[in-house]
């Protein structure tokens, strides 16, 4: 009996399976007491409830059975296509001759701003006055020439200072 106790006191692991399989044997004999409230309904598996569905739908009543679908003639439903057809492209028509109205406007209305634009610009570029006067213009070949001119009459690079002045 003493080489028993010691062999479950040298093995923790197999003490904590053991209290796991007690605790789980009492808490599946405790759940069915929980369950038996009398204010749930009894609990049916769910071929139970399967069966009862399937016997309702046999027994069918007929105020839930859909109606049937009324049958059409097929020259009837012809000649509606038709006519829808007939009234779809009339439509799409119109609307075609709406949008390209619609573009001729627009055209007409670009061309006017940019005629009046172009007789302001002309206006405007009066060479005698002194606000709308151009000014310098230079080249890539202009500046680069300036940049060595400036270093070669400008003071040696000895005598000016290293160091930017803080402004």
């Known amino acids: 009996m003493g080489d028993f106790i010691d062999f479950f006191l040298q093995n923790p ?3 904590i399976v053991l209290i796991g399989i007690l605790t789980s044997m009492l808490g599946k004999k405790k759940q ?23 016997g309702e739908m046999q027994q069918g009543n007929p105020q839930q ?8 003639k097929v020259e009837q439903q012809a000649s509606q296509a038709v006519e829808v057809i007939d009234e779809t ?11 390209r109205r619609l573009q001729q406007k627009y055209d007409q209305e670009r061309l ?11 206006t405007i570029s009066d060479n005698s ?9 230079f080249g890539k070949k202009q500046l680069i020439d300036g940049i060595i001119m400036s270093e070669v009459l400008g003071p040696p690079r000895a005598k000016r200072s290293l160091q930017r002045t803080r402004r």
């Open 89 to 99: 492209t009339n439509e799409a028509d119109k609307r075609i001759a709406e949008l």
């Open 112 to 122: 006017y701003q940019k005629a009046k634009a172009d007789q302001l610009t002309s």
């Open 13 to 15: 692991f197999l003490i």
């Open 32 to 54: 069915p007491q929980q369950f038996d409230d009398p204010n749930t309904p009894p609990k049916k598996k769910w071929q139970e409830v399967m069966r009862e569905l399937q």
């Open 129 to 137: 006055s002194p606000v709308y006067r151009k000014g310098p213009s």
């Open 65 to 72: 059975r859909p109606a049937p679908a009324p049958v059409r």
